[in-house]
């Protein structure tokens, strides 16, 4: 999967950078996959064994910080296991350590219980007018989405070092590794592994501004996929969205990373009508690349034609700046996966 997951983000970077464009998933639950199919009773204990199965491999997968290599990054045993917070962080700030000229961290954000979102910039030689974006967990059950999104950050790292040709050769690059923070906390502790929302239990892939109206007027506290109270209500919408708008004039297209569902995604989420002045054709044709490059698991189409949902990351990227944006849906059977 990680090998998938480089492989699309490159592709993306790369129809980026081709100038191909000028310019949600349903929840499962605990009983039924992505499938729909009813999981046996050994799938629904092994959701329940999950992160005690990770911090055996922890154990067993340990001192990776203190062998990480330039160039050999993707090798690192950190890689071999899905990680806490904790672990995420350190590693990447100590790729930050050993890479002083290529990557920087700052904050964009903050999370419901105050946890810093931080977005890591990487740079080849001299930093370029133009960037990319890249997200993941902003659903917080979702670790392969960080994992994939970790690996790419590692092997761009260890491409550069290898003198190898990368998209960071044509723009600056913006990794945020974990941007629900609190609610992916809360999917390492018993009985939570299948936490989606964050800590005020919003969904923050539901939490943007809309631009078209929900039929659905009183959405429960209990769904999995509720909006919050209002538009941008949550502080790692409303931060994001901030730094967003600030780098405007930097940034050419974002991805976001989730999963499980073997796609590549591109707006309209919240309606099925077409975008209009070609930018169909035009998204059309870069999904296509990207989920060549994913492989046979990966199909292209609308957030839309999945299902509808409003108030999305993609739609509010796309409705506000008028530029590609796609989500990358890792392919798999269920949230609990193999690294």
């Known amino acids: 999967m990680k090998a998938i997951a480089i492989l699309a983000l490159a592709s993306s970077a790369a129809a980026f950078a081709a100038g191909d464009i000028d310019l949600n998933e349903t ?48 090798a690192s045993k950190f890689h071999n296991c899905f990680r806490t917070s904790d ?21 964009i954000s903050c999370t419901v219980r105050g946890k810093p979102i931080y977005a890591y910039k990487l740079t080849s030689g001299r930093s370029k007018k ?43 690059l913006y990794f945020v590794p974990i941007v629900n923070i609190d609610g992916y906390d809360i999917s390492w502790t018993n009985g939570k592994r299948l936490q989606r929302k964050n800590a005020n239990e919003v969904d923050l892939n539901r939490n943007w501004l809309q ?21 941008a ?19 050419s297209g974002w991805v976001d990373v ?35 490059a994913a492989g046979r698991n990966y199909r292209s189409q609308t957030a839309g034609s999945y299902g509808v949902a409003y108030g999305a990351f993609d739609d509010y990227l796309y409705r506000t700046y008028k530029k590609p944006v796609v989500t990358i849906e890792v392919a798999g059977r269920h949230f609990v996966a193999h690294v």
Do not use: M
């Open 27 to 74: 929840t499962a639950g605990l009983l039924r996959g992505p499938d729909r199919k009813l999981l046996t009773n050994a799938q629904v204990q092994a959701i329940h064994n999950d992160a005690d199965v990770n911090r055996h491999c922890h154990w067993a997968n340990g001192g990776y910080l203190e062998t990480l290599k330039r160039g050999k990054y993707a």
């Open 258 to 292: 989730h999963s499980v569902l073997g796609a590549i995604l591109y707006p309209y989420g919240d309606t099925k009508d077409r975008i209009g002045n070609g930018d169909d054709e035009k998204f059309q044709r870069l999904g296509r690349n990207v989920a060549a």
């Open 130 to 172: 133009k960037s990319l974006y890249f997200q993941s967990l902003a659903h917080a059950r979702e670790w392969i989405a960080g994992s994939s999104n970790l690996y790419a950050l590692s092997s761009i790292l260890d491409d550069i070092a290898n003198g190898k040709k990368t998209a960071a050769d044509k723009f600056n």
């Open 233 to 251: 209500s949550e502080p790692e919408t409303q931060g994001i969205a901030k730094w967003l708008h600030e780098k405007n004039s930097e940034l």
């Open 87 to 107: 672990q995420i962080f350190a590693y990447v700030d100590e790729l930050v350590k050993q890479n002083p000229t290529l990557l920087k961290r700052e904050k």
């Open 211 to 231: 631009f078209t109206t929900n039929p659905k007027t009183k959405i429960p506290l209990t769904d999995e996929t509720y909006p919050g109270p209002r538009p």
